[in-house]
């Protein structure tokens, strides 16, 4: 026997000492081809599926099947109440912005403790759903908001939506829309398009950063055509009613129910009026800054009419409510001799007051007055009417 097979006969026998010093040892089972496979499908559909309702959701469709309001033919989908929210904010933006000629910015008030927004600034829906419309003061001193602007917006934009379901429902079957109207409509759809161009961005897209995540143009389309023809009906009807309403005809019902309209009135009124006249400087830079002066100084008015007002109806009487009015009266005469003077109202002079008293005194009897009609017997005052507006 050679060297070489000497050598591989005793590997084999230490091989086979080797193995039987040691116990047999079973091999465990792999996983089955099979179920990986099936794990794998699994979890790729999971992923595809959240995928899916991530585009879904992007894309407005679960919004479109959420319904806002509902009437028996017409339906207002979460997309296009985004869209009356968003118009109703944009409205007042523009409103403020009339003001300004473009250039410059004018605070819009908020409620008690809220946050005032720019009239240039830029806002999303999402932006007003943070910004406190009103808020109050925890035991910390920190704010917490009470309602935001979207809020304030929506409250509104839920009127008009019930307002357009009730239009839309009343013309289903008695009027629709012209081809002049759907013409108008596609024009402003028109211009979506040219302004998503102009941005660089698709139509959906300059849509979606207009009026919120999830509308799309056709629901901006299905918004305005229902808001068209809601406001067509309402027109309709007005006319309707303005031509079967004659002269002739409310002078005959009065004549007939004399004893339903004829009572002992008492009356008083005041008017408190605040105009807004834009400035008319021609420097850009100038004019805005004194229209935002204007503005603030007519906003403030506003607000003090409101004031008054709110005190005035609260009066039972005549003597009360003169008394009242006087009080009214006499803190504006000291804002305007203060505005002459140039200075505050708490620094005007003892004379100065009593002048602002007397220029009082001559608009309550100017601008007061009464009017008594007497039915029968009555003697007492039967009604007490207020009327009062700020224009």
Same mark, same amino acid.
């Given at each position: 026997?050679?060297?070489?097979?000497?050598?591989?006969?005793?590997?084999?026998?230490?091989?086979?000492?080797?193995?039987?010093?040691?116990?047999?040892?079973?091999?465990?089972?792999?996983?089955?081809?099979?179920?990986?496979?099936?794990?794998?499908?699994?979890?790729?559909?999971?992923?595809?599926?959240?995928?899916?309702?991530?585009?879904?959701?992007?894309?407005?469709?679960?919004?479109?099947?959420?319904?806002?309001?509902?009437?028996?033919?017409?339906?207002?989908?979460?997309?296009?109440?985004?869209?009356?929210?968003?118009?109703?904010?944009?409205?007042?933006?523009? !409103?403020?912005?009339?003001?300004?000629?473009?250039?410059?910015?004018?605070?819009?008030?908020?409620?008690?403790?809220?946050? $005032?927004?720019?009239?240039?600034?830029?806002?999303?829906?999402?932006?007003?759903?943070?910004?406190?419309?009103?808020?109050?003061?925890?035991?910390?001193?920190?704010?917490? *908001?009470?309602?935001?602007?979207?809020?304030?917006?929506?409250?509104?934009?839920?009127?008009?939506?019930?307002?357009?379901?009730?239009?839309?429902?009343?013309?289903?079957?008695?009027?629709?829309?012209?081809?002049?109207?759907?013409?108008?409509?596609?024009?402003?759809?028109?211009?979506?398009?040219?302004?998503?161009?102009?941005?660089?961005?698709?139509?959906?897209?300059?849509?979606? *950063?207009?009026?919120?995540?999830?509308?799309?143009?056709?629901?901006?389309?299905? !918004?305005?055509?229902?808001?068209?023809?809601?406001?067509?009906?309402?027109?309709?009807?007005?006319?309707?009613?303005?031509?079967?309403?004659?002269?002739?005809?409310?002078?005959?019902?009065?004549?007939?129910?004399?004893?339903?309209?004829?009572?002992?009135?008492?009356?008083?009124?005041?008017?408190?009026?605040?105009?807004?006249?834009?400035?008319?400087?021609?420097?850009?830079?100038?004019?805005?800054?004194?229209? $935002?002066?204007?503005?603030?100084?007519?906003?403030?008015?506003?607000?003090?009419?409101?004031?008054?007002?709110?005190?005035?109806?609260? $009066?039972?009487?005549?003597?009360?409510?003169?008394?009242?009015?006087?009080?009214?009266?006499?803190?504006?005469?000291?804002?305007?001799?203060?505005?002459?003077?140039?200075?505050?109202? $708490?620094?005007?002079?003892?004379?100065?007051?009593?002048?602002?008293?007397?220029?009082?005194?001559?608009?309550?009897?100017?601008?007061?007055?009464?009017?008594?009609?007497?039915?029968?017997?009555?003697?007492?005052?039967?009604?007490?009417?207020?009327?009062?507006?700020?224009?």
């Amino acid at each position: 026997m050679g060297k070489g097979n000497r050598t591989r006969n005793e590997r084999a026998e230490s091989a086979l000492v080797a193995a039987s010093n040691n116990k047999p040892v079973k091999k465990k089972k792999g996983m089955p081809t099979w179920a990986g496979t099936a794990i794998l499908v699994t979890v790729l559909a999971v992923l595809i599926l959240i995928s899916t309702l991530v585009a879904l959701s992007a894309s407005g469709v679960f919004g479109r099947m959420r319904k806002v309001a509902v009437s028996e033919n017409y339906e207002i989908t979460v997309p296009m109440m985004s869209y009356l929210v968003s118009t109703e904010y944009q409205n007042l933006i523009s !409103m403020y912005n009339q003001y300004t000629s473009g250039t410059g910015s004018i605070s819009i008030g908020a409620g008690e403790g809220g946050t $005032a927004l720019k009239s240039n600034g830029s806002y999303t829906l999402n932006d007003l759903r943070e910004i406190p419309y009103t808020a109050t003061k925890d035991e910390n001193g920190n704010s917490i *908001m009470t309602k935001s602007w979207f809020d304030y917006f929506a409250e509104t934009a839920q009127k008009d939506a019930l307002q357009i379901l009730a239009c839309c429902e009343a013309a289903k079957g008695n009027l629709e829309l012209s081809d002049e109207d759907k013409a108008q409509i596609q024009s402003e759809l028109d211009m979506l398009e040219v302004y998503a161009t102009l941005y660089g961005t698709s139509t959906n897209g300059y849509v979606k *950063m207009l009026y919120g995540e999830g509308v799309r143009l056709k629901d901006v389309r299905k !918004m305005m055509e229902m808001t068209q023809l809601a406001a067509k009906w309402s027109e309709k009807k007005a006319d309707e009613f303005l031509a079967a309403v004659k002269d002739g005809d409310i002078d005959a019902y009065y004549e007939e129910h004399k004893d339903d309209f004829d009572i002992y009135c008492d009356y008083m009124g005041y008017t408190f009026t605040s105009s807004f006249v834009p400035s008319t400087k021609t420097d850009a830079t100038e004019k805005a800054t004194e229209n $935002a002066e204007l503005a603030a100084k007519y906003k403030a008015e506003q607000e003090r009419f409101a004031a008054y007002m709110e005190d005035l109806i609260t $009066a039972t009487n005549k003597s009360e409510f003169t008394e009242k009015l006087k009080t009214h009266l006499l803190a504006e005469e000291k804002i305007a001799m203060a505005a002459t003077k140039k200075k505050e109202v $708490a620094d005007l002079t003892s004379e100065e007051i009593a002048e602002c008293d007397k220029q009082a005194n001559i608009k309550l009897l100017k601008a007061t007055y009464e009017n008594v009609k007497d039915n029968d017997t009555s003697g007492d005052l039967d009604t007490w009417l207020f009327e009062s507006k700020t224009e």
